[in-house]
Every structure is written in structure tokens, then in C-alpha cells.
């Protein structure tokens, strides 16, 4: 029997795919095509700070790329880089970490591994699908690839006064 189901959602995951593959999201609002999207930002952004720890620096090829798929938020993430206003809380005994992005209007606390941060753009464009990274998201993680970060150690009892400032009331 045939299943126009089926063949429907083939289609989709086919037209998706070449959409990606031609860079043209003009239009193409299926989630399909955003979760696309969203892998193609991590991949890059993977890519880009591979490149970054064993170069120390990105290729013309990779400076373009990543422009094309980050636009304006790589531009920002670098100048926050250069400027050093990425910073990691390092807490003794215990080893846990805090990052901290200082955007242009405040701090951030992002969380690398889960691709988060407490930033607006996060709220209303990353959770809505638009964009997988935020510009901070993007700070850090070529901060960290290029080791170019401040870091400061604390007594784990200081734990809570740096979090204090990022918590929901």
C-alpha cells in the first residue's frame, strides 16, 4: 500500500536539505530547516575553535564562513574577546566553574556544555529557534579555544556570591 505520509515527510526532509545545502532559508520556516540551521552554527562554531587551539588563528576560508553564518555576532564575540571580557570563575576545593561574558549592558553567566547563557537575545531568539548561539555563547567559546580569558580563583564558599547576581527572584 502506498502512505502519502510517509512520502510527505520524505519530501520535506529532502527539500530541508536542500535548502541547507544552498544556503537559502529565505521563506523555509520548517522546524526541520531551523534545527538544520542550528547544527550548521554549532558544527562551524566547532570547527572555528578547532582550528583556533592548534592554530591560534582561523583561515581566510573559515573568517568568511563563519561570517556568512554568524553575520554580526562573530564581529561581536571577537571584539568581546579582544577586549578580554570573558572571564571563569574557578571555585576551590570543589573545581567547578562559572563563565561570565560582560556584554555590553551587563554580565552573563553562560553554560558552555548545554549552549546557554542569561542573556535577552537567548530568551527570545535561540529559544524560539532563530539562532542556535547568542554572541556571548560564541565569546566564550573562542575565548576558550584561544586561551584568551581572565580567570579567577575562589574559596568555594564564594560560590553563591557570584551566582547571587544571576538568579531569578
Known amino acids: 500500500m502506498y502512505d502519502n505520509t510517509l512520502n510527505k515527510e520524505l519530501i520535506i526532509s529532502i527539500l530541508s536539505n536542500y535548502i541547507i545545502l544552498k544556503g537559502n532559508f529565505k521563506g523555509f520556516r520548517d522546524s526541520r530547516c531551523k534545527m538544520s540551521l542550528r ?37 561581536e564575540a571577537i571584539n568581546l574577546v579582544n577586549k578580554r571580557r570573558v572571564k571563569k570563575y574557578i571555585f576551590k576545593p570543589s573545581k567547578r566553574a562559572i563563565w561570565i561574558v560582560h556584554g555590553r549592558r551587563k554580565e552573563y553567566q553562560i553554560f558552555p556544555e548545554t549552549n546557554f547563557c542569561s542573556c535577552d537575545d537567548y530568551y527570545f531568539r535561540v ?39 544571576f538568579r531569578v527572584t
Open 39 to 75: 547544527k550548521k552554527e554549532s558544527s562551524v562554531l566547532y570547527e572555528i575553535c578547532a582550528e583556533l587551539d592548534s592554530k591560534g588563528k582561523i583561515s581566510k576560508n573559515e573568517n568568511i564562513k563563519s561570517l556568512q553564518i554568524f553575520g554580526n555576532r562573530f564581529k
Open 127 to 165: 529559544m524560539k529557534s532563530e539562532k542556535e548561539l547568542c554572541y556571548h555563547l560564541i565569546a566564550q567559546k573562542i575565548a576558550e579555544a584561544l586561551d584568551k580569558y581572565d580567570s579567577e580563583e575562589l574559596s568555594d564558599k564564594d560560590y553563591s556570591l557570584i551566582t547571587k547576581k
